[in-house]
């Protein structure tokens, strides 16, 4: 089981050291780990009436047999047509949207209807239509234009998804303000109490959180954002078992929380459950608005699972989403890439076996003290070095004659190996870690600390896991090629790293 990136849809965490909200780009928020039950989810039922809402129906056939599939609502009918948008209304929006992809582009062309009419609206109408937009574009997932618009329009509706739009952007102290508003506007007290407990969380105010949530418990038995505000101070606390628990009772009432589901893929992720996160996350993507967060960790994981298409494809929709995201360009651009790379499995464990064997120290081969002597004055220790040096600069050596060249040979042939291998292959397999000498008790610590400390992005986390790089020393010792050269790890993945041992006055072997 895992996790990785943590906060809710739509909100940035940090690059990608994962994203740990839906809204972080798309996260509800904290990272953290647990072993984490998958939950059936029953499908979401479709709004039913007698009205236009419910006039679109999907329809198909088999051998012939006609049959309907699934009665779509009208989004037209509920934002276009009527002049009030009220409360009620937004649980039909919602799973109008989660009908798939046809409904968000619908939901898009509504949003073009309104722009123009808010054009040539009077004052009055103006209002209704800004309210209207601001819904809409949170559940577009834009959140700039959503404030703009929530902030013209009137009513305790309006306050309510103006402080949610505030909390997904980090706009604390606004949306405390909004929060506050919708309240006294006569917006339900303990659905607002939830929303603000979950600002505070956020701010790092457990306590006061925590007290909120103690004033409403009664909630606890049919609310599932209750559930999920308890589990997001549960993992505050570092009670990942609790808050897996809470998120799961919460998915238990609302197959559609974004904030659970993400939770779960999160914790999932992290753990290592890659399957039971894709699930949770493509969960994510049925139910708008979709965080950077979502894409970003989900577009990762596919790529970790050879499944560089659908990674391309959520990259592409973060670009689209905001164009001057440069790291969503260059993933974009590395899982395109990957599309026509060939993998081999069984090509990587031969080189991995094929690294062991340059590890091997020359002192467990018979050699003549003569040779013995000669390799150690050059610091030749391992079947590796032998294989970074040219016979002729072995030769040059004092001492070191054709006998001797004979002897490192037969070692070498008997391993498969020839001396300068490794230059000819341009040092394809050198990676063994160097002594590094007169370096200072400060310095040997800090060399010595693990990789982890560098608080890296997934990505580049497990590329060290596949290099088998532990500590920040290891990391110095190899060169920039050697990190490319190694699978998902790409120009993104290596500007970060850099960036990162920069801050400790460090750098790659070569730069």
Not at 295 to 309: H, P
Not at 412 to 439: C, H, I, M, T
Request: with cysteine; aromatic share 8%.
């Amino acid at each position: 089981m895992g996790y990785r990136c943590g906060f809710f849809p739509g909100i940035s965490t940090h690059d990608r050291n994962s994203i740990a909200s839906p809204s972080s780009p798309i996260g509800w928020d904290l990272p953290i780990l647990v072993p984490i039950c998958m939950i059936s989810f029953s499908r979401l039922a479709c709004f039913s009436t007698g009205s236009r809402a419910t006039a679109d129906v999907r329809q198909g056939s088999v051998e012939g047999e006609s049959f309907v599939t699934e009665q779509l609502i009208d989004l037209r009918a509920l934002l276009v047509e009527r002049e009030e948008f009220e409360g009620s209304m937004v649980a039909k929006l919602r799973e109008g949207l989660a009908q798939g992809a046809a409904q968000v582009r619908n939901l898009k062309e509504i949003n073009e209807i309104l722009t123009k009419r808010l054009t040539a609206a009077a004052p009055a109408q103006q209002t209704k239509l800004h309210l209207k937009l601001g819904v809409v574009q949170f559940f577009l997932g834009r959140m700039g234009l959503a404030v703009e618009h929530l902030a013209q329009a009137e009513g305790p509706l309006a306050a309510f998804f103006l402080g949610r739009a505030h909390t997904q952007q980090g706009a604390f102290a606004e949306a405390i303000a909004a929060f506050d508003k919708a309240e006294k506007a006569g917006y339900a007290a303990q659905q607002v109490q939830l929303q603000r407990a979950g600002v505070l969380r956020q701010q790092g105010q457990l306590g006061e959180a925590k007290t909120i949530l103690a004033k409403i418990k009664d909630m606890a038995a049919h609310n599932a954002e209750y559930h999920f505000q308890d589990g997001g101070i549960a993992e505050a606390e570092g009670d990942i078992v609790r808050a897996a628990r809470a998120y799961e009772r919460a998915v238990e009432l609302d197959p559609s929380h974004t904030g659970s589901l993400f939770r779960l893929a999160f914790l999932n992720d992290l753990s290592g459950n890659d399957e039971d996160a894709i699930r949770y996350y493509e969960k994510c993507l049925k139910h708008p608005p979709i965080g950077k967060g979502v894409l970003y960790n989900l577009g990762v994981l596919y790529e970790d699972n050879n499944q560089y298409d659908k990674a391309a494809e959520c990259y592409r929709r973060l670009h689209k989403i905001d164009p001057l995201d440069e790291r969503a360009r260059l993933f974009t651009k590395d899982a395109e890439a990957s599309l026509s790379m060939y993998y081999s499995p069984e090509d990587e464990q031969t080189n991995v076996q094929f690294r062991q064997v340059l590890e091997i120290p020359i002192t467990d081969f018979e050699l003549s003290v003569r040779s013995r002597n000669c390799l150690k004055r050059m610091n030749l220790r391992t079947l590796g070095d032998l294989t970074r040096v040219s016979e002729v600069q072995l030769l040059s050596s004092k001492n070191f004659g054709e006998t001797s060249l004979l002897e490192i040979r037969a070692i070498l042939d008997s391993k498969g190996l020839r001396v300068g291998q490794s230059l000819e292959q341009g040092q394809q397999y050198e990676f063994r870690q160097r002594s590094a000498p007169n370096l200072s008790p400060e310095e040997q610590a800090l060399l010595s600390k693990p990789v982890s400390d560098l608080n890296l992005s997934v990505r580049a986390r497990k590329c060290m896991l596949r290099l088998n790089i532990n500590t920040i020393g290891d990391l110095c010792q190899r060169t920039t090629d050697e990190l490319l050269e190694a699978k998902n790890f790409g120009v993104t993945s290596l500007t970060e790293v850099k960036e990162r041992l920069t801050q400790y006055g460090l750098k790659l072997r070569g730069d």
